[in-house]
């Protein structure tokens, strides 16, 4: 069973760096196959993915946030890392975990997910 843990601040202040982390267990994050993602939901709205990074370490990010956006990995703490810059208010969401076999957006398990609030 593979298990997906976000953390991270939960309040982030206008125009800084939001930086949230993802600990897998269950399963290495170097797995053939596997995608792993970063969605997020703001309150009221659907849930947008945001980017994923590969299995080989190759990523894929959403048109819309890809000048902001930066998915990172660590192999040796089997963890993911991402990093939204010049954040907004429009950027508070609950941001979730998620991955999948073969294909970006797909989630056969999830994160909690985590509350990131962006205001001064």
């Known amino acids: 069973q593979v298990q997906l843990l976000e953390s991270g601040p939960g309040l982030v202040e206008p125009s800084q760096t939001l930086s949230l982390t993802c600990t897998v267990s269950?399963?290495?994050?170097?797995?053939?196959?596997?995608?792993w993602n970063w969605i997020r939901q703001p309150p009221g709205k659907g849930l947008e993915w945001m980017g994923a990074?590969?299995?080989?370490?190759?990523?894929s990010y959403s048109p819309s946030l890809k000048s902001r956006t930066s998915i990172s990995r660590d192999t040796s703490k089997n963890h993911l890392t991402l990093q939204l810059s010049s954040v907004t208010p429009e950027d508070t969401a609950v941001y979730f975990c998620?991955?999948?076999?073969?294909?970006?957006?797909?989630?056969?398990?999830w994160g909690q997910g985590t509350q990131v609030t962006v205001s001064s």
């Open positions: 990074i590969t299995y080989s370490g190759s990523t």
């Open positions: 998620i991955t999948g076999l073969y294909e970006p957006g797909r989630g056969d398990y």
């Open positions: 269950g399963a290495s994050i170097t797995t053939n196959y596997y995608y």
